[in-house]
């Protein structure tokens, strides 16, 4: 079965611009995730789904990030406006319920 | 909170040499832990598993086992080849009643050379 997608893979653009990114989990998974990985770190949760519907986004910055998952299927990401800070490689995953979560390939994002 | 420290990298090896990479945890509850890998360019891979105390987990001849005594869950493998070089990151998942999220560690960098 095709893994999870992401896209764009990488992407540069400069502090107080936007920037959106697009993750389609594996076929029949539930559960999505965005994580953050900033360099030298180990991921961390930005916000989880359960089909449609937020479960967790306790560690999401909410006044610049957004995430949207429409019909239960593909999300996107969205950081407006990006800081500095926000230079991090993007990882969605995606899980059948309470199963092993499968990861995409991430978006590496630089602020510059 | 819930968290895991590991080892700091880059660990350096020979081929054929021991490995060992130490992770300790701290979580309520009874959480599961993983060992998740990074190899250049490409996604995290889940390495191997364990829900319980005193589970071993295993996948292509690393082992880790589940010592709740000592909160740790140490990778080993035997004997190391070039292409086990990678970034290796231990999580745990503590499960409530809203979320299953994974807690990782900051990873540890494995070289191996011939």
């Known amino acids: 079965e095709a893994g999870v997608a992401q896209s764009p893979r990488y992407k540069i653009i400069e502090k107080r611009q936007s920037v959106a990114f697009w993750c389609n989990p594996i076929s029949g998974h539930a559960t999505l995730y965005w994580y953050q990985q900033i360099l030298g770190q180990g991921p961390k949760l930005l916000i989880q789904?359960?089909?449609?519907?937020?479960?967790?986004d306790s560690q999401l910055p909410k006044d610049r990030f957004s995430a949207e998952r429409l019909k239960g299927v593909d999300s996107t990401l969205k950081i407006q406006p990006a800081k500095l800070e926000d230079s991090a490689v993007y990882l969605c995953?995606?899980?059948?319920?309470?199963?092993?979560?499968?990861f995409g390939p991430g978006t590496r994002l630089t602020v510059l | 909170g819930n968290s895991v420290t590991q080892m700091e990298g880059p660990v350096t090896l020979s081929e054929e040499a021991f490995l060992t990479i130490n992770c300790t945890y701290t979580?309520?509850?009874?959480?599961?832990l993983f060992w998740y890998v990074q190899y250049p360019g490409e996604g995290l891979q889940l390495l191997l598993k364990a829900t319980k105390a005193d589970d071993k987990g295993s996948n292509k001849g690393f082992e880790a086992t589940y010592r709740k005594e000592t909160t740790s869950f140490h990778l080993e493998k035997g004997s190391v080849q070039v292409s086990d070089s990678a970034v290796y990151f231990c999580?745990?998942?503590?499960?409530?009643?809203?979320?299953?999220?994974?807690?990782f560690g900051t990873g540890t960098r494995l070289q191996v050379f011939p």
């Open positions: 995953a995606s899980s059948r319920l309470a199963g092993e979560q499968f």
């Open positions: 979580a309520t509850g009874y959480p599961s």
């Open positions: 999580a745990l998942s503590a499960p409530s009643y809203n979320t299953d999220k994974l807690i």
């Open positions: 789904f359960q089909n449609n519907g937020v479960v967790d």
